[in-house]
């Protein structure tokens, strides 16, 4: 069986649309499935749109969150309760081609256990999200080592993966980088985004910024390290400038400097500030990881 984990947040206009979609794809392939739809705490209809789904096709299966606890938490959740033999993630509001399942099952079938979703184009986005997401994915895939530029949420997942998946510890799950993490014999299918047909994208340039940083800190530490770089450079230049003083010192003519004096100082406590900023940061990270709490809360499970 395949499950469809469809993370919903103020959705209520595509649940419906969604669940029709996809089983309409899925019967006509000979698909046997589950629909899992996770509710992140929606302020609409949501809810009550999937247990209306549910009164009409009993293979719709639905995950309701205490509050918002965001796409990563709703992903994961869905992993946790899917019973398939293998998981596709996919959002529902069909930005991700529901046509593209058939395609990667029948991959899976092949004996493939992960087969991504790879963007052909992104879609539209503006000018300022797509240097963003440029940045991002630049420093992500270099701190992971994995190219992401183009990856999506959009996957297939063998039960073994998803059982991986489930196996990890950790508070801050970042899914995207964590389904590369983990390994397995991997594919791709290509795909485009599409345009949304209802809604609104729940994304704002704010929670981006939020969701890049804490995805790069929850996979790499590079920030910290650049703490020691800097700390390097600032060493190098107090050396140089200390040669000058002394020179200057013996030579009789150390007098003045006081702008240097000052700069310096600036300088010097712009760096220590930003670098414990660094280091608190991922103190927080720690604490948010030793608190233990569970990613998400459920309040409600039909299925
Ligand atoms: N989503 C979610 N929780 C959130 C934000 C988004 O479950 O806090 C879901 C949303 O319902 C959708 C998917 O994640 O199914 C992708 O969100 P959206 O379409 O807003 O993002 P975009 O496509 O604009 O990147
Ligand atoms: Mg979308």
């Known amino acids: 069986m395949l499950s469809v984990i469809l ?11 969604a669940a029709e979609t996809l089983s309409d794809i899925l019967d006509k392939a000979a698909i046997p499935f589950e629909l899992l739809f996770i509710n992140d705490g929606s302020r609409d209809k949501t809810w009550q749109e999937i247990c209306a789904a ?19 938490a709703a992903m994961f959740a869905g992993l946790e309760k899917a019973r398939g033999d293998c998981c596709v993630v996919l959002d529902c509001d069909l930005q991700h081609p529901p046509e593209k399942i058939v395609e ?29 997401a440029n940045a991002f994915y630049g420093i992500i895939s270099r701190a992971t080592g994995i190219d992401m530029a183009s990856s999506s ?9 998803v059982d991986a998946l489930n196996a990890l510890p950790e ?22 985004v599409r345009e949304r047909t209802a809604g609104v994208s729940k994304w704002s340039t704010r929670s981006l ?25 600032t060493l190098f230049i107090s050396i140089v400038f200390g040669i000058v003083a002394l020179v200057q010192k013996l030579n009789g003519t150390a007098l003045g400097g006081f702008t240097t004096v000052i700069l310096l100082l600036l300088f010097i406590g712009s760096i220590i500030m930003i670098s414990l900023g660094i280091i608190g ?8 990881e030793v608190k233990g709490r569970p990613r998400y809360i459920i309040e409600e499970y039909r299925g």
């Open 7 to 17: 993370p919903a947040y103020n959705e209520e206009k595509m649940i419906a649309v």
């Open 281 to 288: 940061y991922y103190i927080a990270r720690i604490y948010d």
């Open 209 to 233: 910024i939020k969701y890049a940083i804490t995805n790069i800190g929850s996979f790499s530490s590079v920030p910290l390290h650049l703490v020691t770089v800097l700390g390097f450079i």
């Open 171 to 192: 508070r801050n799950v970042f899914f995207r980088a964590l389904s590369f993490w983990v390994g397995f014999k991997k594919t791709e299918v290509t795909y485009n």
């Open 54 to 72: 549910r009164e009409r096709d009993s293979r719709v299966c639905g995950v309701c969150f205490s509050r918002n606890f965001g796409k990563e």
């Open 153 to 161: 949420d959009f996957k297939l997942l063998d039960r073994k993966v």
């Open 104 to 132: 990667m099952y029948r991959l899976w079938e092949q004996g493939y256990e992960v087969v991504e979703g790879i963007k052909e184009d992104r879609g539209q986005e503006t000018g300022f999200r797509r240097f963003a």
